[in-house]
């Protein structure tokens, strides 16, 4: 006899995954952020100081600061800025922008200083508070920036015992200024000139706020891929992985007939699932990602497998469908468990010793191994018990098995 409570509970929950899926799962892939390799932009690796030169966590934090600063100034969405082995810094930087310009305002060193005339520094650019502005000269429209000092009497102090001498203005070791002091400023506001462009005068006011490097940055190695490259990659990773899944797919209903289809269905929640958790993280979508979240669709088609077999081996064994299914289920519980938590400590060390896609791979597979548990695991079992003891199926050659079955057990 038909339980169609049970039945009618299995429905509604197809009906609530499939729904779920139709509308709402594009918005949900317009959330995630493509990493530089599927959408263009690069990657440069840089040694913070000199080869030997001691660097302290101090340096690397105020160099990853700095990093941050100027990234944000450049309107760069989801960057990654990370540490890697104790001395370097990676920069990847997605997205359709001047790459060179953006590359060398990046590493430019905007190294300020105030020097006295028999060249002692006096200030410096960590005097300066983070509000550094281009402004045009009222009368000739020269390109100039406006400073302004964090304790405006340590300013008077230099111009009211420098008054009548030059107080040079040095970038980066060549001089730009060498004006004259006329009178004492006490107000802590400084306008500094010579800038030959407009655009220059803004990107010294950018690179000021973002402050100098403690140590001097130098370029490991870089990595630069253009945005149709880009989107030529994603476009074949895509129809390779839905490809990859069609026939996962059918593989599934073909070998395991009804168990199959619920597999499926299981499966797009599981893929469902995934889209959400990348687009609510937000975690940067990668081209090895994308090869995680493939295999983790395999290791979620194994955990049903596993369980399916061991369905019909318990059918073999003499058992009613039902009890076939419970005992099933119970048995191949551990051995997925298992296997999962091998490869999730796997990922794990891939995490915490890997560097670049290595960690981006890493970070996929733990996401896919976490969901594929609740729904290859969960869903997918709670679906398969719900249909089984709704009754509607009892010949066994539906859930894959040719043998006979025993009704009385």
């Not at 304790?151 to 009548?164: E, H, I, M, N, R």
């Not at 880009?230 to 009804?258: D, E, N």
Request: net charge positive; with cysteine.
């Amino acid at each position: 006899m038909v339980k169609w409570g049970r039945l009618t509970t299995f429905l509604i929950i197809v009906v609530i995954i499939l729904g779920l899926v139709l509308s709402t799962s594009q918005m949900l892939y317009k959330k995630i952020p493509l990493g530089l390799d599927l959408q263009g932009g690069f990657d440069v690796l840089y040694q913070v100081g000199k080869p030997g030169q001691v660097v302290t966590a101090n340096d690397m934090t105020a160099t990853v600061a700095a990093l941050n600063n100027r990234v944000n100034s450049l309107g760069v969405s989801e960057p990654l800025i990370e540490v890697e082995n104790g001395n370097r810094v990676r920069v990847e930087l997605a997205g359709q922008f001047n790459q060179e310009k953006a590359r060398q305002f990046l590493d430019e060193q905007a190294v300020l200083q105030f020097k006295s005339p028999s060249g002692q520094v006096l200030l410096t650019g960590k005097d300066l508070m983070s509000n550094a502005s281009y402004q045009p000269d009222p009368q000739t429209q020269a390109a100039d920036v406006a400073v302004q000092f964090k304790d405006p009497s340590q300013f008077a102090a230099v111009t009211q015992k420098y008054l009548g001498q030059r107080v040079s203005i040095w970038l980066n070791g060549k001089m730009i200024q060498d004006p004259t002091i006329n009178s004492v400023i006490t107000g802590g506001q400084a306008v500094i000139t010579g800038f030959p462009t407009v655009q220059s005068a803004i990107n010294m006011a950018k690179l000021l706020n973002a402050g100098a490097f403690p140590l001097e940055l130098h370029e490991v190695s870089s990595t630069s891929v253009g945005p149709t490259l880009g989107q030529s990659a994603l476009h074949a990773t895509l129809f390779a992985a839905g490809l990859a899944i069609v026939l996962i797919f059918l593989f599934m209903i073909f070998m395991y007939r009804l168990p199959g289809l619920i597999a499926v269905v299981a499966l797009i929640a599981y893929s469902y699932v995934l889209i959400a958790v990348f687009a609510g993280l937000p975690v940067v979508l990668t081209l090895t990602g994308l090869a995680a979240l493939v295999l983790g669709i395999g290791m979620a088609v194994d955990a049903n497998i596993i369980t399916y077999e061991r369905i019909k081996d318990e059918l073999r064994n003499g058992k009613s469908l039902q009890s076939a299914v419970i005992a099933g289920q119970r048995k191949a519980i551990r051995t997925i468990l298992d296997s999962n938590v091998t490869t999730f400590i796997a990922a794990c060390v891939m995490y915490a010793y890997g560097t670049g896609d290595v960690r981006g791979f890493a970070v996929a597979l733990i996401a896919s191994i976490i969901v594929s548990l609740l729904t290859a695991v969960l869903l997918s079992r709670s679906m398969l018990f719900l249909f089984a003891r709704s009754n509607l199926v009892k010949n066994p050659w539906w859930f894959g098995f040719n043998g006979k079955v025993a009704t009385n057990r």
